[in-house]
């Protein structure tokens, strides 16, 4: 069973950039479907963007579409995902998730292994 360890998170100010990883470890990101989504305390788990498993094609929240970027290194096994521009409003613990198809989904749902998190703060 694959395991997922976020890092990078951080606080940056507003305008600012971060780049957060996702490692795997007992399987290769290269077979799974890979998201980000982010969670602020008393919300739902809120979806960020997806890297599909064959294809790399990705998508992305209307919110961070033009400031984020979803890439894949199987060379290093990690999901990465890098923020631009950040926001007050991107403040959030960001979650890893993956799933073994072929597919890309923007619901937390279909995502079966998830890592711990990791928090990002963006000063105003």
């Known amino acids: 069973q694959v395991q997922l360890v976020e890092s990078g998170g951080g606080l940056v100010q507003a305008g600012g950039s971060l780049r957060l990883s996702c490692a795997a470890s007992?399987?290769?990101?290269?077979?799974?479907?890979m998201a980000w989504f982010r969670q602020t305390p008393g919300k739902e788990r809120e979806f960020v963007a997806t890297i599909s498993r064959a294809t790399t094609v990705t998508f992305y929240a209307d919110s961070v579409r033009g400031r984020f970027t979803i890439s894949r290194d199987n060379a290093k096994n990690t999901v990465s995902l890098q923020m631009n521009n950040l926001k007050p409003a991107d403040t959030a613990v960001y979650y890893c998730?993956?799933?073994?198809?072929?597919?890309?989904?923007?619901?937390?749902?279909?995502?079966?292994?998830w890592g711990q998190g990791t928090q990002v703060t963006v000063s105003s």
């Open positions: 007992g399987g290769t990101v290269s077979a799974y479907g």
């Open positions: 998730a993956a799933r073994y198809w072929y597919g890309t989904s923007t619901s937390s749902d279909d995502y079966n292994l």
